[in-house]
């Protein structure tokens, strides 16, 4: 009987035979073409006739790989969708409603001097709510199987947009307005990048880490270790 | 024969409806196609497996590892909720498209 597994694997390419998930759908078509040549065989077909029968049942190799590789990139960006960007744009959502809220409420933004030059500017109570957004969005990706790194952007992601628009938007500010041009200072923009960009990410990565820590423990104690 | 633009269209139907009995492995479901249709559907490895994974990427089906009655692992598809709500989706819409057909081209079917 034929070999179908190195059958498949050379017509897939050896390239594409690397990874687990590229043995696997070698695996899958060699079983595949291995029951049809059987069938055939069963039913009485000589064995020259059988294996010509089933490379026919094949099909176009090329066309199995593109379609292979288009089914698996349609997969992933699925995948990065669900794992990234919704639970990031939750966070960013939530983030923007709290704040959004505390200022509704009149609430005024504490200032910290830091040294001489620095003066910190944050809302206290936005701060301490920033680990529940960052539970809910990484719950969110967690749901969809979001790995380490996508639960950690995703809960990150409010300090990463307001970073992003930052560096965005201070160049043409510069160029632009002669006002901003003349009277800023380096440290009046460290300043709001510590309060704005810095500070929320450590509260909401901080969260991620001890939540990440939490649930490596209750592993080990459930496996034992 | 039908021609291949055709049964491309035809393809996710055919699978979904043929997992709608319980679950199955990818030969099987390429055979029971074959079966039903007497012939006039058959899929090669080209078409049948890009499929699969696209439909299993888009929540339509769920495939786990397995084995098999003689003893060899195979790799089964079933249904999922999502596939379930959207084969109905498929039925409806091929109905429509059948009915929409034999008004304007007079084409019949049984």
Redesign the interface.
């Known amino acids: 009987m034929p070999d179908w597994q190195r059958y498949v694997q050379e017509h897939l390419g050896e390239n594409r035979a690397r990874t687990g998930e590229e043995s696997?759908?070698a695996?899958?078509?060699a079983?595949?073409?291995?029951?049809?040549y059987d069938?055939l065989r069963a039913c009485g077909m000589p064995e020259k006739d059988a294996i010509r029968e089933t490379e026919?049942?094949?099909?176009?190799?090329e066309?199995?790989q593109?379609?292979?590789w288009?089914?698996?990139r349609?997969?992933r960006m699925?995948?990065r969708i669900r794992q990234l960007w919704i639970p990031g744009l939750v966070t960013l959502i939530l983030a923007n409603v709290a704040l959004a809220i505390l200022q509704r409420l009149h609430v005024e933004p504490l200032l910290a001097g830091v040294g001489t030059f620095w003066t910190l500017c944050f809302y206290l109570p936005w701060l301490l709510m920033l680990p529940a957004v960052r539970a809910i969005g990484a719950y969110v990706s967690r749901r969809a199987q979001g790995r380490g790194w996508q639960v950690y952007l995703a809960a990150v992601f409010p300090a990463l947009v307001i970073g992003g628009l930052f560096l965005l938007i201070l160049p043409f500010a510069l160029l632009f307005d002669r006002n901003v041009s003349t009277h800023i200072q380096l440290t009046g923009v460290l300043s709001g990048l510590a309060s704005w960009v810095v500070l929320p990410g450590m509260a909401l990565a901080a969260g991620v880490a001890a939540q990440e820590m939490r649930g490596s423990r209750r592993k080990e104690r459930h496996s034992g270790v | 024969m039908i021609r291949t633009e055709l049964k491309r269209g035809t393809a996710e139907l055919a699978i979904l409806s043929v997992l709608e009995q319980g679950p199955l492995h990818g030969y099987e479901i390429g055979r029971r196609i074959e079966e039903r249709s007497e012939g006039s559907l058959h899929y090669t490895l080209a078409a049948l497996y890009p499929l699969l994974y696209r439909m299993e990427h888009r929540g339509w089906l769920k495939a786990e590892w397995g084995t098999g009655a003689n003893g060899k692992r195979r790799r089964c598809y079933r249904l999922t909720a999502k596939g379930k709500k959207m084969l109905a989706r498929m039925r409806a819409e091929w109905a429509d498209l059948f009915r929409a057909l034999r008004r304007v081209a007079k084409v019949s079917y049984a």
């Open positions: 696997e759908v695996d899958e078509l079983s595949h073409l291995e029951e049809y069938a026919l049942r094949a099909g176009n190799w066309q199995l593109e379609g292979i288009l089914a698996g349609e997969g699925n995948d």
